[in-house]
C-alpha cells in the first residue's frame, strides 16, 4: 500500500528556514518522481517543486525559486523540501505527493496536480512573528 507521510511543519518567524520531510512507505521513493504543493486557505493548490525519479533532476516555481530546494535520501526512502528566507505568504499546508503510473516527464515540471494520484496529509507551515 502506498503511503506518503509529511512531517517538520511548523511555526516560523519571516526570514527563517523550515525542512519539510515526505516519507514513503509501500514503494521505493528513488525510483519515481515526487512533487511538493502547497494550499492556502481560499486558495488552489499550488505546485511547488519536484525532483524526478528518472534522472533526478529537480525543478522549482518562480514563487520559490531560489528559497526553495529539494532534495532525496534514499536510504531513509525520504525527500525533503529545504524552504529558506521564508515569507508571510508561504504560510499554507504543504503536501507531497507522486504518481506510480505516470512518466516522470508528465510529472515534473509541475503542470498539473491532477496526475498526482497518491497523497499525504499534509503539514501545516505558519510564518508569523
Known amino acids: 500500500q502506498v503511503q506518503l507521510v509529511e512531517s517538520g511543519g511548523g511555526l516560523v518567524q519571516p526570514g527563517g528556514s523550515l525542512r519539510l520531510s515526505c516519507t514513503a512507505s509501500g514503494f521505493t521513493m528513488s525510483y519515481y518522481t515526487i512533487g511538493w504543493f502547497r494550499q492556502a486557505p481560499g486558495k488552489e493548490r499550488e505546485g511547488l517543486s519536484c525532483?524526478?525519479?528518472?534522472?533526478?533532476?529537480?525543478y522549482h516555481a518562480d514563487s520559490v525559486k531560489g528559497r526553495f530546494a529539494i532534495s532525496r535520501d534514499n536510504t531513509e526512502n525520504t525527500v525533503t523540501l529545504h524552504m529558506d528566507n521564508l515569507k508571510p505568504e508561504d504560510t499554507a499546508v504543504y503536501y507531497c505527493a507522486t504518481s506510480l503510473y505516470e512518466s516522470s516527464r508528465s510529472l515534473c515540471p509541475i503542470s498539473s496536480r491532477s496526475v498526482f494520484g497518491s497523497w499525504g496529509q499534509g503539514t501545516q507551515v505558519t510564518v508569523s512573528s
Open positions: 525532483i524526478r525519479g528518472d534522472d533526478g533532476s529537480t
